[in-house]
């Protein structure tokens, strides 16, 4: 694809540079002269200092013969008017934007009722925008949900029910699985589980049946959901009620945050969460520095307490005892403090930590620190734009393994080459590995095996190494 990015920024950059590692042709703008020295110095791409918000500058870069553009400049405005100017030329373009602003959001039931010619049949999209990604939705919802699954690890999930899940474990000293070859798992337990990555001092691998496993190792483990505590319990990690939970940061993320786990307290969907208990402002604090922050905040959540304090105060730590909580989650804008505060609070006694950072780099770091499960914002913003830039077949994306690897949820159409073959048949060890598949007109998963022949309409989820466009082309026919 020829890709056009307004903005060259970290995640400018960083998706500029997933996307050349694909073979992309890529075209990178910013109207910061220092930025764009950075950019040209870390891409081999064509970079260039210009208003990205300006259509004459954007068709003398060549805006008439790319494929896809995509906005992630500072502002939401820039990035919004720019698609926008785009689009009134180049309706065909690809048109992707990040929006932080809530305000821009149209609630689709609200709006087809009052406007219902408007928004049916064909129509542009609102704005002129195929996709807005919002970074802090898309922290919050990976935080939800480690705290869904106690905070013990990473997980991605898939299904409507999320019939299954990727659970990222470290094998623990005096594990059954320390020093075991990986085909003789099903010597240990009847689950069904599929071993979907290795990680030893950090290389992440596709591993084989020869693949031995050592205490240290980190693993991610695919299985059903009603299984993951039984996998848990093997790799040696045991999952506690979280009763007190605790979160440092009252601003966008954390406001996000705090709705989910209160909402779904009152639901009682997070009963086996926090330990069955029926007082939810005895278990959930809030806990902000900005006095008006805290305002909103106990106004906003009248049933939780609202603590107005520096969470690395030692005086104010014990005051509240908020070393006695099960779990803090830091999700302040500030993200190497929130590495911190997490840090320091589990040297006090916290049992569990789950750190905001702003990306992949930092997840080795947080893991020394001891900090159970870390959060890149500006990944999860990549992953959520990559989705869309791999065609129509692809409907999502999920780096793991600190980005190592990408887990793709495709579509299987009629020019696949894969169609009427078997896993057997296209088994390729160590280039790939085919997690689930969803049979066409099926609504639920199953675990593949060497008989399973695929058809066009099939939904497949896929383990591949990050970049390996080869092989998503192989099964989606894009």
Known sequence: MNIMIVGAGFTG??????????????????????????ASNRLDCSVYEADGNNLENLEELGLSKIDALVTVTSSDEINMITCS???????????????RNYAYYVNKNSATEHHAETFTGKHRPLYGIDFMIHPDVEAAQAIVSAVEHGAVSDVVSFGKDDEFELTAIEIGKGSSLDGMALKNIRNITEKKVIVVYVEKDDEASLPAGDTVLHAGDRIGVLSAREDV?????????KVEAL????????????????????????????????????????????????KEACKAASERYP????????????????????DKFNL?????????MNMVICAYLESLG?????????????????????VEVAVPLRDTVVDSIMSHLRGKSVTGIHTVSNGNLEIVECDLNARSSINGKTLKEIAAPGEYLMLLVKKGGSENYQLPHGDTVFSSGDHLV?????GNKRILEKFSGD
């Open 350 to 370: 916290v049992e569990k930590t789950i750190a905001l950072v702003s990306h992949s780099a930092f997840i080795p770091i947080t893991r020394k620190l001891g």
């Open 85 to 99: 100017l785009v689009d009134a030329v180049y309706p065909d373009i690809l048109k992707i934007a990040r929006v």
């Open 462 to 466: 896929i383990a591949v190494k990050s």
């Open 303 to 322: 049933d939780a307490k609202v603590f107005c304090g520096d969470a690395t105060d030692e005086s104010f730590i014990q005051e509240e005892q908020i």
């Open 328 to 336: 803090v989650i830091s999700a302040t804008h500030n993200h190497e």
């Open 13 to 38: 950059i960083q998706l500029a540079r997933r996307l050349i590692n694909e073979k992309n042709t890529v075209t990178l703008i910013d109207n910061d002269a220092d930025v764009v020295s950075h």
């Open 229 to 237: 505590k039984s996998v848990l319990a093997i790799c040696g990690t």
């Open 243 to 290: 009763k007190k939970i605790a979160l440092v940061g009252a601003g966008r993320i954390g406001t996000i945050v705090a709705d989910h786990i209160i909402q779904k307290g009152k639901n009682n969907i997070f009963k086996k969460i926090l330990g069955g208990v029926r007082k939810l402002s005895q278990d959930f604090v809030i806990i902000d520095s900005d």
